[in-house]
């Protein structure tokens, strides 16, 4: 999914106050926009964002604990974690309770290639994998997760609207609890030919679309980093699943600002979508 536009949201009893600010109280999700949607609660970075009306309540808990309660229509991603983000063992625990579409991932972003990933332990009646390219598998704390690639166009981003890619890595088996070493499924996606960027803020987050749910998760980080060379990718279809030699295709290879690799894989050809974005297609 694309970018999340900052949530709309209103204090119980304040009209206005930068989210920043709290720690442990309640957020009313409600219809009216402040221009701050993260922050820092009991030592861990959060965020919380909405492209349209949502209805619920989110609330920081002791810790690395939060809870949200949605409905209503529109799309809802808040979560716990870390700012930066990157390699690393991340713990979690608590309930997850979605009606309609929702996922509960380690969620994050990079820059320098603009990339927004997931990786999903539970998803609720839409599997995201719907429309992606499947690249393969990647075997990692106890499961298998199945490694898609998606592209938004002109979408919303941490810089901005922009055409960039989504990174997948989606369980099996669904969970509610456990360990998620990071830097496993970041090996992985770098040798099925998605490269890594800058990381940039990474959150365990609960995901709500035009959905309603309960979910009450505490993060925390563990002593391990995660191996460069994990069990997995390996291909779970008929077709193997091939490495690339540079760039593979959906990828960006150019665009100002941009100072990643510029060859594309073949047979794909870097194509300038905008001066700001090229692509390999």
Known sequence: MAYKSLLSLALLAVTAAALDVFDNSTEIIGKRSIPNGEGTSNGYFYSV????????????????????????????????????????????????????????????????????????????????STGGTHLGTCTSDGGVYDIYTQTRTNAPSISGTATFQQYWSIRQTHRVGGTVTT????????????????????????????????????????????????????????????????????????????????????PFTCTVINSYYSQCL
Request: hydrophobic residues 25%; aromatic residues 12%; charged residues 5%.
């Open 49 to 128: 964002y909405s492209d349209s009306s949502v209805t619920g309540t989110y609330t920081n808990g002791a810790g690395g604990e939060y809870t949200l309660t949605w409905g209503g229509s529109g799309d809802v991603v808040v979560g716990k974690g870390w700012n930066p983000g990157g390699p690393m063992s991340v713990e979690y625990s608590g309930t997850y309770a979605p009606n309609g579409n929702s996922y509960l991932s380690v969620y994050g972003w990079m820059t320098s290639p603009l990339v927004e990933y997931y990786i999903t332990e539970s998803f609720g009646t839409y599997n995201p």
């Open 183 to 266: 830097g496993n499924h970041y090996a992985c996606w770098e040798s099925v030919g998605l490269p890594l960027g800058t990381f940039n803020y990474m959150i365990l987050a609960t995901e709500g679309y035009s959905s309603s749910g309960t979910s009450t998760i505490t993060v925390g980080q563990g002593t391990g980093t995660g191996s460069s060379a994990p069990t997995g990718p390996s291909s779970t279809t008929s077709t193997p699943v091939s490495v690339p030699t540079g760039v593979a295709e959906w990828g960006q290879c150019g665009g100002i600002g941009y100072s990643g690799p510029t060859a594309c894989a073949s």
